[in-house]
Structure formats: C-alpha cells, structure tokens
C-alpha cells in the first residue's frame, strides 16, 4: 500500500507553581518522581491532516454538509464517542487522553504547519527547528549501540529532523517494514566488504575529517562524528540487528497489527522501545482528503490506522510498557467542518483533534470541545507550544531548557507553552 502525497507537493519556579495549583489526583512529588524515569516516545504523524469531525470529534447533530457520512460510536468509557470507523481504537479509549481543543496559528500549508506540529516551534525563516525526537534524545544524551531516534516510513514534509541540532540528531531512518524480506539498510557491512575492512575505512575517515577542520574553521564535518560512530556501533551490534528483525514477531502478532505500513511500523516501534530505543516516529500519508474524503477515510486511511493504532496502545499495556511510553498521534491541522464541491474538506488549522496515551497521561478522557461544528475552540483552548510543553513534560524534559545553534542562537525547548495540567490528573 502506498500513500499519497499532500496537496502543496513535498524555571524550575514555573514547574512548582503548577504542581501547587494542583494535577487533579497526581501530587507534585509523584509527578517529579514518575519523571525521574527515562520513557518512550512513539509519535504517529497522520500527514495531510486528518478531519476533526470525521475521527475524535464528531458532531452527529450538525447538517449533513457539516456531519459528513460516519456516525459515533461508544467507546469502553462511558460518554465517550469516536468514529464508526475506528472500533478497535474504541476499545483502547481508556487509555486515550483526546485534545479537541487544539488550536493552531493559520499557517494553512502543509510544509510551515508540518514544521510547527512537529516540532512545536512556530516556523521562521532561516532557521530550522528541530523535531520532538531529536530534542528528546538531545536532552536526555541517550547513548549505546541503538540509536535513540528511529523514523518509520517516509516522512513527506520537513520538520522531523535534528535541524539546527545537526545531524546526529536525525532520526535512523529504519524504511517500511511492512516490504516483503524488510531488511534495514546499512546493519550490514556492503557484500564484500569484512569488518576488519571497515574498521580501516572508519580510520580514513577519521582523518580526512581531522584534515577539513584544519583548513576550514566553520566546517561542520563535526556534526557527523557522532553519527558515524553510532552507524559503526549499530553494524557491529547483534542486539542492534535483533531489534530491527521484525520477521522474529509471531504470524499472529504482525496480523493483530495488520501487515500494512502503519500497522507493522507501529509494530517495529513497540519492538524498538522495548528494546531501548528512546524515540520512534511513523509518518503515514494521504491524509490531505481535499475529494473524495469520505472513500478515502473508509476504503484506504482509516482501517489500517485504527488496527495498528488499537494494537499499539493493547500490546504495550498487556507488556506492561504504556507507563514509560508515550504515544502521540497528531497531522499538521484538521479539515474544513463544511464538505466542498468534491466531497472533500479542505485545510483547517482552528480547531483539531490531537490524541496522547501512556507515557503518565491519564487515559478514557477528553479535554477541550469545539462549537457545534467543530470549527472553533470553545473550551480549554490547547495552542501547539502547549501541546509541545505537555509532551516534553510527560517525558521528563525542563521545559525551560534552552538549546544554541552552531552561531549562538539560543532556542528554548518550549517556547512559551504550558503544560496541559488536566491530561496529568
């Protein structure tokens, strides 16, 4: 299966506040402990935007041109309805915290919308932000022979990359294990080529790197060091090359995925972040339904995502991996309440719907309601910085932290977001 493109082409004094103003049920000290703790993080990106309405935040009693085609149905927490299309994630609804209150600044293309949901940074001209995985595994300093930060799939946009980090903080880019014989590219010394070999290529390396920075101060050669050391690591690794045979799951267990894409990159990811890696992102396309929106939904997008997505959230708590994990599941923006001329929605950045789990997120509730159309926020408005502050604070990063470009630069971790403390109760 194949996806398709988008339509646009390719202080610490803050963070006590809050816990004195209260997280619900959880109190400051369990929080701050809980967070001593390393996590997971496993960031599904639906690209192109899937539609509010016609997922997590339906509105049964709107006109038909406004409603679209799908129906609610109950999930396993009572008041809770989601679409008719997505019954296996229904049953995981308990352990589902659902923003529908998100609210984006109206950037309206794919490419600048991608860019500030992936990484929480509003887009600005010359400077390229980096990516919740990569400022994870930078934060953090994970090390060993796994890399900390893997991508599944292909990603259509920019924005989830170690950008202004360098290099070594993009993600491993692990391909589609879904591929009939998936093998992971460059495990594996080229045919021909020993180890003994390898090792004296990685010395001439070495010095043509140590030669470049001799002649020219601003090289950026510097960047790719530890890259290059982690490749090495991971070629000589047998527990690298295990984690990423996924042909060693059971038939059964890759069919409860669904042997799609999504599916089995969710799959992967499990098996990643069990095995230790910190950071796991899955890009799955098509989701920009400008025609033909609710044929697409039904037919090609939804059934795949539901059954991989379901059996995610199922699979990590029966492993009892869903506390040191979170799972993040957000598209650049939703979709046009009004259905246009081709049976489609168009881009809309107002109002959407964003779903978290694991990872000390309280599941089976929904924050945030949009008016009768889903068109705008009329409850507990949730901007993209506060969405970034949320999962960064889940994940046991100050979100006061600040990082510096090659030049200086200081760029915070969030930029101005607070952290939404109901999601924490």
């Not at 990063?397 to 030049?407: M, S, Y």
Request: with cysteine; glycine share 10%; net charge neutral.
């Amino acid at each position: 299966m194949s996806y398709a493109f988008n339509c646009d082409g390719v202080a610490r004094r803050d963070f006590l506040r809050l816990g004195l103003l209260g997280l619900g049920g959880m109190s400051l000290d369990r929080l701050i402990a809980a967070q001593k703790q390393d996590k997971a993080l496993i960031f599904l990106w639906l690209a192109g935007g899937p539609g509010q309405m016609d997922t997590y935040d339906m509105k049964p009693d709107a006109p038909l041109e406004i409603r679209g085609e799908f129906q609610p149905i109950a999930t396993n927490v009572p008041g809770i309805q989601i679409c008719e299309l997505l019954p296996s994630t229904a049953r995981q609804a308990d352990k589902m915290c659902i923003l529908r209150s998100v609210t984006s600044v109206d950037l309206g293309s794919h490419e600048r919308s991608s860019r500030y949901l992936q990484t929480g940074c509003l887009p600005v001209p010359n400077m390229d932000f980096a990516s919740y995985g990569a400022v994870y595994a930078k934060q953090k300093k994970f090390a060993g022979a796994l890399p900390p930060f893997v991508g599944v799939l292909k990603p259509a946009e920019r924005g989830y990359g170690g950008g202004f980090l360098g290099p070594q903080f993009d993600p491993f880019m692990a391909g589609d294990p879904s591929e009939k014989n998936y093998r992971v590219r460059d495990l594996l010394p080229p045919e021909g080529v020993t180890l003994e070999r390898l090792d004296r290529r990685r010395e001439i390396l070495k010095e043509f790197n140590d030669a470049w920075r001799a002649v020219d101060s601003e090289a950026k050669v510097s960047g790719f060091d530890p890259a290059f050391e982690q490749a090495y690591r991971m070629v000589y690794s047998p527990q690298v090359r295990e984690a990423f045979d996924i042909a060693q799951e059971p038939d059964a267990m890759r069919d409860a995925y669904g042997r799609t894409p999504v599916g089995q990159g969710l799959l992967l990811a499990r098996r990643l972040v069990e095995r230790g890696v910190k950071a796991v992102s899955i890009w799955m396309g098509g989701w920009d339904t400008h025609s033909n929106n609710f044929k697409s939904l039904k037919e090609k997008l939804m059934p795949p995502l539901d059954q991989g997505y379901g059996a995610l959230l199922g699979d990590l708590h029966q492993r009892g991996l869903l506390d040191s994990t979170l799972v993040v599941q957000a598209g650049e923006f939703g979709r046009t309440p009004k259905v246009n001329n081709n049976a489609g929605r168009d881009h809309w950045p107002k109002a959407f719907s964003v779903a978290l789990a694991g990872g000390g997120i309280r599941g089976g509730q929904v924050i945030g309601a949009t008016d009768r159309h889903a068109a705008e926020v009329t409850d507990h408005p949730i901007t993209v910085e506060d969405l970034s502050a949320t999962i960064f604070t889940a994940l046991g990063v100050d979100i006061h932290a600040v990082n510096h470009t090659p030049e200086g630069r200081p760029i915070a971790v969030v930029n101005g977001g607070k952290p939404v403390a109901k999601a924490f109760a």
